[in-house]
C-alpha cells in the first residue's frame, strides 16, 4: 500500500529496445533549438519529413526528402511556439501529425548543415592525427612530451615485426558445441583486426611526430599486407576486429598519403572503403532505432568518423558515412545516458565509450565552431565517475565488466585528465591524479588518451587540484538509477561503499537484471556483491546466473528474478544526505514483468527497498514487498569467500579482505536459511578471458545465501541490520538487541523501528543515542522531545546535530524526466 508523497509509475517501459514512437511529440519542449526529429521504423527505405508553424503545414514550412535513415535535424532555429510535424515512408501516406513546442527558455543548440562540416575538411592529407599544415608546430611542441617517448618505443617495436597473415584470424581452440566455437573464431578475428589498429596507428602516429621513413616502410608492410585481404572473410566475422583494419588502413592512408603510389592508395582506400560500406549498410534505419547498439557506440562509430574523416574526397562514400554518423550524434548523444553524468550501462563499458565520448564530440566541435559539449552531462560525468569507482577501489558492480577491474585502470585517469583540462574541474584533476598515484605511475603512461593529450588536452592546463577532501559522502543519479554511499571515500582503506540501483533503462544491453539490489564494498574489496561470470553474453551461466537477478543481491518472487526486458525497470524516488545518515529508496515493482519485446508477469504488486547508511559502520535495508497471489519470497546475498548462517540467531556472517560483517536479517514471516557454494549453473572460462593483468581467470565458485519464506504470502517485509567493522580496528559487530514493548532493533549507538507488520504501512524510524541524528521514511519525526511534521506531505524527514546547529531535510517521490515524459504515451 502505498503512501501520501509517494508517486505511481506504472509505464511499460521507459527506453524501448528498438524505438516505438517519434520525438518530439505530444506537445513537449524538445532538450534542444533546433531539435532533432526521430521515428520508428523496422525496414531499410527512405524518409521524407516536414514541420510547421500552422497544422496545415502552410506557414514556416521546413520539409526535407529521401533521407536515408530515421534522423531529420533542420540544423536552424525555431520561433517560439507551436510546431508540427510528420514523417512518411518517401512516395507513401503520411503518418499522423505530431505537435511540440519551443519557448523562450529551450536551450540552443544549432548546428551547421552536412555541406558547411564537409567543406571545412582539408584537401590535404594530413588531416586526422593532424593537420598537414599543422604538422611543424605540433612536432615542436610534442618532442618533449613523456607520451610522444612511448609512442615512439612502441612504434620501435614493430619496425622488425612481420605483419600476420589473413589466415592467423583462424581460432586455434575449439569449444564443446556451435555457440563456442562461433564465439572463439569472432575472437580470433577480433584479435587480428586489433592488432592491424594497433600497429598503423603506432606507426603512423610515429611518424607524424619525427617524419622518420622508417615507420612508413614498417607501415607499407602491413598496408600491402592486409588490402589484399577478403573484407568479408575471416576478418570479417567480428565487427571490432573488422572495424580496427578499416581504420587502420584509413589512418594509415591519411598519414603516408604523399608517399604512397596512386595504385597503392586506391586498393587500400578500396580494402577500407568496403568495410565502411558494410558498417554504413548495416547501420542506416537500424542502430539509430534502437536504445542500445554498443558495439557502435563504443568504438565503432569513433572509428567509422576517423575513416571518414581520412577519406573525405577520396571515395565518393565518405560524405554519406560523415553524414549518417554526425546527424546521429547530434539526436543522441549521450545514448545510454541523460543529464546527471551516470552512463546505464555501467562502470565498465562506459570505460569501452571514453575516448569516443570526448575524440567525436571535440573534433564536431573543431569542425563546426559550436560547442558539441555543452550538455550537463558533460559536466556532471566525472562526479559519477568519483562515486561508482573511487580511487583504488571496486566500482559499483553494475552490468557488464561492472566487477572486472579490482581498481580505476589508466584509462580512467587517462579519461578525467582529460575532462579536468577541457571543462577546467578540480574533481576530476583529483580522481586523475589518485588513481595515477595508486599505480605508481603519471599520466603520461596511460595510452588509450596519449594522442588526444599531445593534439589537444596537453594545451590546456590542469586546474589546481583542491587540497583538501570537501566532496559529499555520498550522491544520487535518478536518470540512470544508482545511488553511492561512502564513509570515507578520501580514504578507501576504511571505506564502507553502498552502491545502489533501479534504473529507468531496464536490463537492456549490458545491464543486468538487477533493479532494487545491491553491493556493498569495504576498504575497496569486494564484500557483498553480484556473482559469477561472463564468459560471453549467450553463455548459459551469464544467462541464467550472473546476469540474472539470482546473482544479485536482489528478490526472487516464485524463484524467479526480473526479465530481461526493457519493461522490466526501476526507479529511485527519493534521497536524503546527512554527515551520519544518507537515505535512497528504490522501487522495482515493475521490474518483475516484461511488456515491450515479451509478456510475462510474475505478479509483483510492490517492491519498495529502503537503505539507509548509519556511519561509520552500519547499513539497514529494508524490503516492502506484495504480490497479486501468495508467493514465496526469497531474499539474496553473495560473498566470494565465504557464509556462514545461523538461523536461531537470525545471522550470516561474511568477510573480505580487510573486514568482517555480520548480517542480522528479519523478516514478517518466518524464513528458511540457506548457504551454498556452488553455481546451479556451472561456469566455464571456455573463452579464455583474461583479468585486468592478463592472467587467466579461474571461474572459481562463490558463495550464495537465500532466506525463503517457509510460507507462500501475498505480502512480505524483510529487515536487513548489516554491520562492517575493520579487521584491524578496535569495533567488533554486536548483537542486534529487540524490544517487543517498542518494536526497537538497537545495535550499538543506534536504534531501529521497522513495521514488520504487513497489515500496517511501511515505515522505518532510526534515531542514535547520543541524540544526534534521526531518521523516519514517513509521519513525524520525533527528535530531542520534538515533534518534526510534515512540510511536504507524505515526506522522509532527516534530522542532524551539526556543530551546535539542527539540519532539517526531507524529500518525496521525484519522478525523473524522462518517466515523466513516457508516462503521457500509456
Known sequence: MESAGEQIVDAKYVYPKYRVWTTPSMGEEPAFNSPSFEWPTNKKSKFDVRLSSKKCFSQNLIEKKEIPFAIFNPHQKLDKGIWYWQYRESGKEWN??????????????????????????????????????ELENLRIRAKDYEETKAILEEANSFLNTIPPSEK???????????????????????AVGWKVLSSLNSLSQAYILTGDIKYFHTAKKWMVEVADWDPKGLTHLSNFG??????????????????LSDDEKEKMIKQSATRANNFYDLWKAKVESRSSSMHVWQH??????????????????????????????IAQFPKMAETDGAWSNGIGYFGMNTLTIYDMSTGFTELTSVDFQNSDWFRNNPKWLLYAFPPNSVGDGFGNDGDKYWYPTMKYAGYTDAAARLFNNPYAAWYSKEVANGQNLSIAAESEFRWFRIQRANKKPLPKILEAFNFPQAAHFPDAGVSYMHTSIDDIKNNLMLSAISSPFGSNGHAHAEQNNFNIAFGGKRLFYNSGYRPKMSDPHQQGFHKHTRGHNGILIDGEGQPFDAGAYGWLPRFLHGNLITYTVGDASNAYSASNLKSIDYGMERFRRHYIMLRPSIIVIYDELEADHPAEWTWLLHNDKGLKIDSAKNTIEAENEFANA??????????HFNVTNKFPIPARNWNRKVDQEGNLIDFVDQWHFSGISQEKKPKMRYLAIIQVNSKTGESNSKEVEFDKNTNTYSVGEWNINAEMDVSKSAKIEIFNNSKTAAFTSSGKLLF?????????????????????ELIFKEAVDEVPDAIKKVSKRF
Do not use: C
Open 96 to 133: 499522423p501529425i505530431d505537435s511540440f513546442k519551443i519557448t523562450s527558455s529551450t536551450k540552443e543548440f544549432l548546428t551547421p548543415k552536412l555541406d558547411k562540416v564537409l567543406n571545412k575538411v582539408s584537401s590535404n592529407h594530413p588531416r586526422v592525427f593532424a593537420r598537414k599544415n
Open 168 to 190: 592467423s584470424a583462424l581460432p586455434t581452440h575449439k569449444g564443446t558445441n556451435k555457440y563456442e566455437n562461433s564465439m572463439i573464431a569472432q575472437s580470433a578475428s577480433r
Open 242 to 259: 573488422d572495424s580496427g583494419i578499416m581504420t587502420g588502413l584509413a589512418l594509415a592512408v591519411d598519414t603516408f598519403w604523399d608517399l
Open 300 to 329: 565503432i562509430l569513433h572509428q567509422m568518423y576517423q575513416t571518414s574523416m581520412a577519406l573525405i574526397g577520396e571515395t565518393p562514400e565518405a560524405d554519406k558515412w560523415l553524414d549518417y554518423i554526425y546527424e546521429i550524434w
Open 662 to 671: 555480520l548480517v542480522s536479517l528479519y523478516s514478517s514471516s518466518d524464513l
Open 784 to 804: 530531542k522531545n520534538n515533534s518534526y511534521n510534515d512540510k511536504i506531505q507524505g515526506s522522509s524527514k532527516l534530522i542532524e546535530l551539526i556543530d551546535g
